[in-house]
C-alpha cells in the first residue's frame, strides 16, 4: 500500500507561482509511476502531469500546462513535486497526487489551488 498526501496548495494571483509537494508513504518500491491530476468545480478530473518513479528522465505533460508547470521528484525522500508557473485562473482546482504500479492505483486527498484574476 502506498499513500499520496498533498501539500502546497494555496491561494495566489495570476501570474504566480505555487509549489505543490506529493509525499508516498508506504511501499513506494513498488511504484512505477507518480502523477499529477486536478478537478475544476463542475468539471471533470483532468491530467496535468506524471513522471516516472524509476526513470525519473520520463515525464509527460498536458498541452495546457506544457512550458508553466514542471514534475519532478526528490527520491530520497519518496516525494515528487509539482512547480507551477506562470498560474492563470482556470488553473484554479483541487490538484490530487496519484502513485501506482500498473496505473493510479493510490490517490491523496488533494490540495485546493486558487488563483485570482
Known amino acids: 500500500q502506498v499513500q499520496p498526501v498533498e501539500s502546497g496548495g494555496g491561494l495566489v494571483q495570476t501570474g504566480g507561482s505555487l509549489r505543490l509537494s506529493c509525499a508516498a508513504s508506504g511501499r513506494a518500491v513498488s511504484l512505477n509511476v507518480v502523477g499529477w491530476f486536478r478537478q475544476a468545480p463542475g468539471a471533470e478530473r483532468e491530467f496535468v502531469a506524471r513522471?516516472?518513479?524509476?526513470?525519473?528522465?520520463?515525464?509527460y505533460y498536458a498541452d495546457y500546462v506544457k512550458g508553466r508547470f514542471t514534475i519532478s521528484r526528490d527520491n530520497a525522500r519518496n516525494t515528487v513535486f509539482l512547480q507551477m508557473n506562470s498560474l492563470k485562473p482556470e488553473d484554479t482546482a483541487v490538484y490530487y497526487c496519484?502513485?501506482?504500479?500498473?496505473?493510479?492505483?493510490?490517490w491523496g486527498q488533494g490540495t485546493q489551488v486558487t488563483v485570482s484574476s
Open positions: 496519484a502513485a501506482g504500479a500498473t496505473s493510479y492505483e493510490y
Open positions: 513522471i516516472g518513479w524509476r526513470d525519473y528522465s520520463s515525464t
